[in-house]
């Protein structure tokens, strides 16, 4: 990942953003989409704008050989194989295929697809970049590599069920752009809507493992991290956020607010890293657009906690690299904890994870230890409940010690 300064990427971004606000409103949705290049140039950039290389890929196939294991609540799920080894991966497959695939969720012989695989989402890409991406994977290595997706449990395992399940929450389309919105701000909900499917992760699901739209991008667990709030709400989300901040995260995983971490750092790392400029100045003026809004996950209770002692042992344990006002250390130290949306975020489980697990060095900053040296677990939920409510903080002090305990355990070394 680049380590260049934001300093310097907010000084390069004044004449790309104007750029991006001289583009006429009528223009296509589809433009500025990433270099003009030739197919499989442009599909390589709709390929990674997708990140269909972090489901598609595993240690043992390779990039887009498939064989990553998806858990759902209803059972697991291995990634296909999306090179184009005939008989393995998607060799046989046309571009009517593909483009059926990510348009209507239907696999080559017609059968369905499951909404791990976010047709839901690319349902909205273009025609043209569909053909686009595919005319890329036919030129990527072939991987042999066999692959038994389906391992959900009865009856979810039967795709006809799915059926059903496209009735209730499946509407087919290609994006339609909104000719009152300027070309950039369309651009925007293109990706973000489309082959971005950032709603994937920062909505939350029904019962049925559907996205709740009508949430919004408000937030949502995702395995042990709370993907966060994208709308403009000004406590838990991009609110204070101006644009060139926004493409400073997305470009770098890191901004004056907040270094992105777990699947986040990984979507930064295999993906929007490689976004232009103006798309990523496109997805923040869409969400920057948005009604800020709460989360609609539930807080847990709020716990009484020691302040005093907490702040005490905060300023001994995290204040060296954080601040002693949560407002983050040199840059090659901590991230701020004050106003960090993953600390505020209505589930505590990004900071818990943080504290218990420690973090890998990335986007300039130092790793943080695992576990904090002489600190027992109750102290490290004190520490927690602290960080999220001073300096501004409102999050509610909701962590305890049988949560340290259950991230120890999934944590430790296997």
């Not at 046309?94 to 989402?121: C, I, N, Q």
């Not at 686009?132 to 030129?139: F, P, R, V």
């Not at 490290?380 to 501004?392: E, F």
Request: one cysteine or more; glycine letters at 10%.
């Amino acid at each position: 990942m680049t380590s260049t300064p934001i300093s310097l990427l907010r000084a390069a971004l004044g004449a790309a953003l104007a750029a991006v606000a001289a583009l006429a409103p009528g223009a296509s949705a589809a433009a500025g989409s990433g270099p003009a290049q030739d197919p499989i140039a442009r599909g390589a950039y709709l390929a990674r704008m997708g990140d269909c290389v972090s489901c598609h890929s595993s240690p043992d196939s390779g990039p887009y050989g498939g064989g990553l294991k998806i858990a759902t609540p209803f059972g697991y799920l291995i990634s296909p194989n999306i090179t184009f080894e005939p008989a393995t991966g998607i060799g046989a497959w046309s571009k009517d295929d593909f483009w059926r695939a990510l348009h209507d969720g239907r696999g080559r012989r017609g059968e369905y697809l499951f909404p791990v695989m976010p047709f839901t989402f690319t349902t909205k890409a273009t025609r043209e970049d569909s053909d686009a991406i595919y005319a890329y994977l036919a030129s990527v290595p072939q991987i042999t590599y066999p692959v038994d997706v389906n391992h959900l449990d009865f009856p979810f395992s039967i795709r006809a069920t799915m059926l059903a399940w496209n009735e209730l929450f499946f509407r087919p389309g290609s994006y339609v752009p909104d000719p009152s919105r300027s070309a950039a701000w369309n651009r925007g909900a293109y990706i973000v809507e489309g082959l971005g499917h950032c709603g994937a992760c920062h909505e939350p699901r029904n019962f049925m493992g559907a996205v709740e739209r009508s949430a919004g991008l408000t937030g949502a667990k995702i395995g042990d991290w709370f993907a966060t709030n994208l709308t403009p709400n000004r406590q838990t989300g991009l609110g204070t956020w101006p644009v060139a901040e926004i493409v400073a995260f997305l470009k770098q995983g890191a901004n004056a607010h907040m270094v992105a971490e777990g699947p986040m750092a990984e979507v930064v790392h295999n993906s929007l890293k490689y976004m232009t400029v103006d798309d990523l100045a496109a997805v923040a003026e869409y969400l920057k657009s948005l009604t800020p809004s709460r989360s609609e996950v539930s807080e847990a209770p709020p716990i009484a906690f020691p302040k005093a002692r907490a702040a005490a042992l905060y300023a001994d344990s995290c204040g060296p690299c954080h601040g002693a006002q949560g407002a983050g250390g040199p840059p090659m130290l901590g991230p701020p904890l004050r106003g960090n949306a993953l600390v505020v975020a209505p589930d505590p489980i990004n900071v818990v994870r943080a504290t218990v697990g420690g973090l890998a060095a990335h986007a300039g900053r130092l790793a943080m230890p695992a576990q904090l040296d002489g600190v027992t677990a109750q102290q490290m939920a004190d520490i927690i409940n602290y960080v999220r409510t001073s300096w501004g903080n409102t999050a509610a002090p909701d962590v305890t010690p049988a949560m340290i305990f259950s991230m120890q355990a999934q944590t430790a070394p296997q």
